[in-house]
C-alpha cells in the first residue's frame, strides 16, 4: 500500500470545500473525464519529446483510459471500465473500478466532516486491490477550514513488483498532491487555473 497524507489549511469556508469535495466524488464515480476539466488539471499526458523513451521513472508511466461508468446516485456507488496503460503500451483492458462514497455528518451543523471514497477492483488479475479517497474537514473560522487529507492505493502483486519507490514519487504520488492542490483553489477562487504540462 502506498499513499499520501496531507494536512493544511484552505482559506475558504468548510461549505464551499465540502461542495468542491463533494463534487470530485460524484465525477469521479459518475463522469471521470469531466475531472480533466477541473480537478485534473496539471495532470495531462506530456508528449514525449523526439527520441526519448518512457521508463519506469516517468512521470506517465502509468495511464488509465476511463471507458464505459454506471452510477447509482440512491446508494452513491460507480463502477468505472478502464484500460490500464504502462509505459505507453495498453497492459489491461476493461478492468473495473467499483467506488461507494460516504459522508460523516457533524451532529452540530448541515455539512459534513469527513469525506471517505473507497474504490474495490474487480479484475481478475489483481492488478489493484483498492484504494481510498478521505477528506476530514473541520472549521477554523467562518473563511478557514483545516483539511486532513489522505490518498491510498493497494497494489496487487503485478504492479507492487513494478513499482518502486522513485516510480511512485515521480508517476503518481505528485499527481494525488496535485488533486488536493486543485480541490483547495476551486473552494477559494471558484475556478482552477491552466497547469504546465510537465
Partial sequence: MRGVSIDTICHAPIAKMWQVTDSFCYQFQACPDTLFQWAYLGLEEAKPKKNEKRTKESRDVVHLEYKDRTYDALCKTGDVAIDIYVLGVRWWKDQHLGTQYTCTLNEADSFPVRVHMVATYSGKSKILEGGDFILYMEPVTPTETRIHYEFNLTFGHVLSAFIS????????????RMILANLVECAETGTVTPKAIQ
Fill in 165 to 176: 519507490d522513485k516510480t511512485w514519487r515521480n508517476s503518481m504520488e505528485w499527481r494525488f
